[in-house]
Structures are given as structure tokens and as C-alpha cells.
RNA sequence: GCCGCCGUAGCUCAGGGGUAGAGCACACCCUUGGUAAGGGUGGGGCCGUAAGUUCGAUUCUUACCGGCGGCACCA
């Protein structure tokens, strides 16, 4: 039987034709020398596959090289860098079985079981050994092995994790391995037509442990991190950017603009300082404007509640090992508050609650306490106790799309006045192990689906991760240097008001449970500063900073004007602070440069004659020389918070 | 919680079986200087905690505590 002739058409319009089955390395070398070099795979309407694989039908194609923009390049230079690193691996410490190794954002990794640990030394040889396997240039040919005889390969090499993975692959996928040189690996590919092909701009950057299908209760692997770019020039940047993040962390800020510290003896918990708590009620004061503009009414709950009320609401069920618990002195067991809702709703059970009431917003800056594991602490972000930006909404069932809007509206806002215009919403619905009935939580997510529709916000689905007692909503930020933070969320929940017995009286008399929303704008206020911090690397806003203005002279001659000016912003409301020090202008510049203060009044004998003074903000290089009284009331107004008026 | 790494002055870090060093910061003195470091002098450390090995431990071993990077967790 002839093959029939197949037509391929180019990026360009072109076609080229051919007698019979055909592939990219053929095409690429009949266009040219140059594209048959550069060639890395190819894409068949719209697919990117090896460059080997065979065209048996008519199809568009285009020829990929690495200098194509798109992402799906780096994908395939990323996995082939961990595929490259698994045999370099491998050649080393022939003990190590291969089990999954990815692309992922900005590299790869490869999980590997071994016995001994691998050493910050290891990544060295590593990452010399891929260098020789790139250099070697060997060619890579994709198989498609019969599934029992891959199995059995796998096992008796002693590699089980991959001969597990095979035996959980779906009957009808091909079983396919890639070879490169003297090493193999089961995978569904594509991947380039060699290791040269890869290039030399990847890097291993960090060694941790990770479980078996990410699952705690499996065994723990090794997992080696790298990443992989295009070019040394990307790589480079990257690198650059990473050390830039660096410096924006906010355990280093905090700790250089003296904001707060940790220690030991309070693992979890911040010792906010002065400046630091500065922030925090800035943010505060905020918040509690907006809230009470919003009809929130604040509250404040205890923190310490008998076990039976924990156990009532089921945290005690599902949270206890995460809670911090105490005896008193008798027989009774206490539990710190990890969360407000149980509180919220003991002040709604106070007195008979008519359908008039509702809805009913109460809000709480409210103080908890969360047993965190060891490992998940980190700087202010992730913390044992901390304080949420809490409200819970008793509502009905009807008000659930409108208090959903007007929630996603408030949110969206203060985003904004944070400086965040970036929002992304998940809507996450019932998880595994949950509380409530079936019938319930259809109604739960069927409205809380309604409502976001209604309140216009883009939102992608996240199976699986609801709260236990109800589906929610978790919008996430997008920061100055383009990371994803989840603050907000919005939580819909049948199951609490029936297990605490909430109750209002509707229209018709009787008794109804209403439905609670809970919901948070920042999350916590700990971690939302961590966020601030970082995405303003320090800089905040004018209203956010802790020393907005501070007034430094040049010359002691200065010194009585200077507590002049400095007196006068403080009774304006600024928070300002003098610098008369005995110390060069240039130095006081830079100090408080480093210390982020967004602007200096600069008074010298000039200044003080004239009744001015010369503003620089933080950063600039000009100065700009303003009579005081205008240069306070300026800067008086420009740094009152949003919505404040 | 798990795996790996780390813990030396306020900070960043060097050192190394015989009880420690640098830069910055800090204090004092000189300097009154016009927009990102003026000069000099000086003080400062139970080398994370506890046990073990050793004549001797900050250095080696182990455990614990804490930190860092991930993993897992995140109501």
C-alpha cells in the first residue's frame, strides 16, 4: 500500500509536500541548515510534540526553536533539564531511584529515593556531570514499551517507584520511554532531539524533601531543585531577580526599619516596635472606617472558651491537635480561640432576633491562636497568633447574592487603597471531609455561585478546597513583583448557626436559622503587613509610614527653626521627627534614605531665614524649596489615609 | 510535623581542640558641613542550650531549642 502524499502549511502560508509520513527533522533540515540546527521540536495543529514524530496527515505546522517566545518552550527546556539532571544523578549515586521530576515556574525538579542525603556539595558535581551530558550531545529517541514489560524492566533496575507509577497509569496510554544515551526514563514527553540542545543556562538552586505523591504519610524523597532558561542572559536575570525579592523580604526590612522582631521564647508571635505598630494601626484605622461605613458592627469576644462550646461548633473534632488547649484549675478545659466565628455567634443568640435584624454584620479585629506546625512558620506572614480583619454576616438565604456583591465591592476597594489593583477570585467548593448534608451544601455553592456571578468578578474553580462547614471564595492579590498572595476570602455556611442554634424570627412567625457568612479583607493583619512590606520593598505609601516626614538640618544654627517646622507638622497630624544631630547633610540623607522615610525637610540657614524648606522625597534627586506653611499643609494633605473624609 | 542546611558582637560574616576577629552600627572627642557614608579614639561576645569525648570544647559527637529552604499543613 503507497503512502499517500501529505501537505504541511508553514507559519508563513507556505506548504511544503511530501510523498509520505514525514517529520519536523526532515522538514527542518529541507528549509534549512540553520532551522535544522536551531530546531528544538514541533508544533502539529497547534500540539507541540517531539521533532521526531512521524506526520501522517496533512497538518499546520511550525518548526520551534528556543528563541519563540512562548511558554511551552521553556517547558520543554525545563523538563528536559530535569531529565538531564536524573541521568547525571544517576551516573553518580547509581543508589538513587528516579520517581517524578517536572517543569515548573521558572525550572524543574527531580524527586529521587536514596537512602543518604544529598549535600549542598552534591549539587556541585550535579551540575558539573550535566554540563558533560549536555556536552556529550546524546540523542534522545522516545519508545513506547509494552506496559508489563516496562513494569518489569523498572523492577528488576531496582526502580519501584517508577514500576509503582506505571502500574497506577489508566490502561489505554501508551506506555512511552524516553532514551538518552545509556539512560531511560518512562515519559509522555515531548522532549528535544538531544541533550545538546539544552544549552548551558540552568542552574540547581536548592535541595529539600518532599513525599511520595505529596503525601505526609508516605515515604519522604529528595528533591532537587534547579532552573533553566533560554540563555545565560535569562538565566542571569532571573538570578538578579531572585536576589532583588531577597532584599525585600520583610524579616530583613523589619528588622532594618526596626518595625518588629522574633524570638525564640515566642516562636509565632510578633514583638511589634514602635514603628511597626505604627503601621498596624494605620491599617487598623483604616479597616475600622471602612467596616463601619460598610453597616459592620464591631465587636470584641473572648479568647478562651470551655472545650464543650469547641466541641459543639466541631472544631474539636477536626482543629483540636492545632489548638492550643488548657486546663484551669479545676476540671474544665479551656481552648484559646483559633478562630471568632463560635464568639459571633453567642453575641447573636443574645436576645430574640427578628428577620429586621438581617442582615446582621458584626466585625472583629480579632485575636488568635493557632498551633501551627513548626515548619509552616515564617517571619510575621505565618504565625501562632495573630489577628484577623473578622466579620460574620447572619443573613437569609435570599440575601446571600447581594451581601456577596457588596462584599466583593468593599474588598476590590480596599485592594485598591492598598495599592493592589490585581485581584483573582477562587471559589472552592466541598472538600472531602466536611460537615453538613449533600442537599445543604448544594444550596451553599449553588448561591454562593450565583452571587459571584452576580458581583462580576472573574473567579476559577478549586475543587475540593472548601472550608468544612461551607464552600468560599478566596481572592488572591497580585504584588509589585508579580506574586500571588490569597488575602480575602468569603466563606458560606449553613452547618454553624444549626450546631450552635442560631435562630431569628422570620415573617411568618417562626423560627428560621439564618445562613453565616464569613468573611476577611486582609486575612490577618500580621501577614497582609508582611505583604505591604514586601510589595512596597519597604517604600510604603505615605499614609502607611511609620515616620512620614522627618526634618533634618544642615547647621546647628538651624536647630530652633527646625523644631519650628517639625512642631508644626506634628500638630498637623503627621508623624514626623527632627534630626539636629551633629552630622553632615549627606549623611542624614542616606540614614534616613535607608530608613524609607518618604520625605525630608532639609532646613539650613537659608531656610531659616526665608521661613522654607527644601522637600526631597525618598529616592528623588531634586529638591524642591516651599514656604513651610504650604509645604505642611501639602504634605498634610496628601498623607490623610483613603476614605478618611 | 518531615527532609536538608544553619546558629560566633546589635547587623553581615570570617575563624578554629589551648576561652575569639573584621566591616557596619554604638559611645566619646574633633569637625557647623547644602542633599545617599568627614576624621580620630573607645566599649562591646558564657561562640543557641544541655550532655558526652578529651588534660582541655566555642571548635568533635549526640539530643533539644530556634532560624533558613522546601515538603506536608493552613478552619
Known amino acids: 500500500m503507497a503512502d499517500s502524499p501529505i501537505r504541511v502549511t508553514l507559519p508563513d502560508g507556505s506548504t511544503r509536500d511530501y510523498a509520505g509520513p514525514v517529520t519536523g527533522t526532515t522538514i527542518a533540515a529541507d528549509i534549512g541548515p540553520g532551522l535544522a540546527k536551531a530546531a528544538l521540536a514541533i508544533r502539529i495543529d497547534g500540539q507541540l510534540v517531539d521533532l521526531a514524530a512521524p506526520i501522517a496527515a496533512d497538518a499546520e505546522i511550525a518548526i520551534v526553536t528556543r528563541n519563540d517566545g512562548d511558554d511551552e518552550v521553556l517547558e520543554l527546556l525545563r523538563h528536559d533539564a530535569a531529565h538531564v539532571m536524573a541521568e ?10 528516579v520517581t517524578f521530576g517536572p517543569a515548573i515556574e521558572d525550572g524543574f ?5 536514596r537512602d543518604e542525603p544529598f549535600t549542598p556539595d552534591d549539587l556541585e558535581h550535579i551540575e558539573k556531570r550535566m554540563h558533560e551530558i549536555v556536552a556529550r550531545d546524546e540523542a534522545i529517541h522516545r519508545e513506547i514499551w509494552d506496559r508489563q514489560q516496562a513494569i518489569n524492566f523498572f523492577k528488576d533496575k531496582g526502580e519501584h517507584y517508577k514500576a509503582e507509577h506505571i502500574e497506577t497509569l489508566p490502561a489505554d496510554v501508551d506506555i512511552s520511554i524516553y532514551r538518552q544515551g545509556d539512560w531511560l ?3 509522555t514527553g515531548p522532549h528535544l532531539p538531544s541533550t545538546g540542545k539544552l544549552g548551558k543556562a540552568f542552574k540547581l538552586t536548592k535541595l529539600s524533601g518532599a513525599y511520595w505523591r505529596g503525601d505526609a504519610n508516605n515515604a519522604q524523597l529528595q528533591r532537587i531543585y534547579g532552573t533553566c532558561w533560554r540563555d545565560k542572559k535569562e538565566l542571569n536575570a532571573y538570578l538578579t531577580m531572585i536576589e532583588e525579592a531577597l532584599k525585600r523580604d520583610h524579616r530583613r526590612l523589619g528588622r532594618e526599619m526596626s518595625l518588629f522582631h522574633l524570638q525564640e521564647e515566642a516562636a509565632g508571635s510578633v514583638f511589634w516596635h514602635p514603628k511597626g505598630w505604627t503601621i498596624y494601626r494605620a491599617c487598623e484605622d483604616y479597616m475600622r472606617r471602612r467596616l463601619e461605613a460598610a453597616d459592620y458592627h464591631e465587636i470584641k469576644t473572648p479568647q478562651l472558651y470551655e472545650r464543650v462550646l469547641w466541641e459543639r461548633s466541631g472544631h474539636w473534632e477536626k482543629f483540636r491537635d492545632d489548638m492550643f488547649v488548657l486546663a484551669d484549675a479545676g476540671e474544665r478545659v479551656l481552648g484559646l480561640k483559633p478562630m471568632n466565628c463560635p464568639g459571633h455567634v453567642q453575641v447573636f443568640r443574645q436576645g430574640i432576633k427578628s428577620y429586621r435584624d438581617l442582615p446582621l454584620r458584626f466585625a472583629e479585629f480579632g485575636s488568635c491562636m493557632r498551633n501551627e506546625p513548626s515548619g509552616a512558620l515564617h517571619g510575621i506572614m505565618r504565625v501562632r497568633s495573630f489577628t484577623q480583619d473578622d466579620a460574620h454576616i447572619f443573613c437569609t438565604e435570599d440575601q446571600i ?11 476590590t476597594s480596599v485592594y485598591r487603597d492598598f495599592g493592589f489593583d490585581d485581584v483573582l477570585v477562587k471559589f472552592s467548593d466541598r472538600p472531602p471531609v466536611r460537615a453538613g448534608d449533600d442537599a445543604t451544601w448544594d444550596r451553599a455553592e449553588t448561591a454562593l455561585r450565583e452571587a459571584t456571578e452576580a458581583a462580576g468578578l472573574p473567579y476559577e474553580m478549586n475543587p475540593g478546597e472548601g472550608a468544612f462547614y461551607g464552600p468560599k471564595l478566596e481572592f488572591v492579590l497580585r504584588d509589585a513583583i508579580g506574586r500571588q498572595w490569597q488575602c480575602g ?61 522627618v526634618v533634618a538640618t544642615i547647621t546647628g544654627e538651624a536647630d530652633a527653626y527646625a523644631i519650628q517646622v517639625t512642631e508644626k507638622c506634628a500638630a498637623a497630624g503627621l508623624r514626623v521627627a527632627s534630626d539636629l544631630r551633629n552630622e553632615k547633610i549627606n549623611y542624614k540623607v542616606r540614614e534616613h534614605s535607608l530608613a524609607k522615610v518618604p520625605v525630608m525637610l532639609v532646613v539650613g540657614g537659608r531656610e531659616a531665614e526665608q521661613g522654607t524648606v527644601a522637600l526631597r522625597r525618598l529616592g528623588g534627586k531634586a529638591q524642591e524649596t516651599l514656604a513651610f506653611d504650604e509645604a505642611v499643609s501639602n504634605l498634610t494633605r496628601e498623607a490623610a489615609p483613603p476614605a478618611s473624609t
Not at 525538579?109 to 529515593?113: E, L, Q, W
Open 489 to 549: 476570602t468569603l466563606q458560606v455556611d449553613f452547618v454553624l448557626p444549626e450546631r450552635l442554634d442560631a435562630a431569628y424570627v422570620a415573617e411568618d412567625g417562626a423560627k428560621h436559622r439564618p445562613v453565616m457568612l464569613h468573611r476577611a479583607i486582609l486575612g490577618s493583619f500580621e501577614r497582609f503587613i508582611g505583604i505591604l512590606i514586601e510589595n512596597y520593598a519597604g517604600r510604603l505609601p505615605l499614609w502607611l509610614a511609620p515616620v512620614q516626614v
Open 185 to 187: 526514563d518512562l515519559c
Open 401 to 411: 447574592v447581594s451581601e456577596t456583591a457588596a462584599f466583593c465591592a468593599l474588598l
Open 109 to 113: 525538579y527531580y524527586d529521587f529515593a
Open 88 to 97: 547525571a544523578v544517576q551516573e553518580l549515586y547509581p543508589d538513587a531511584q
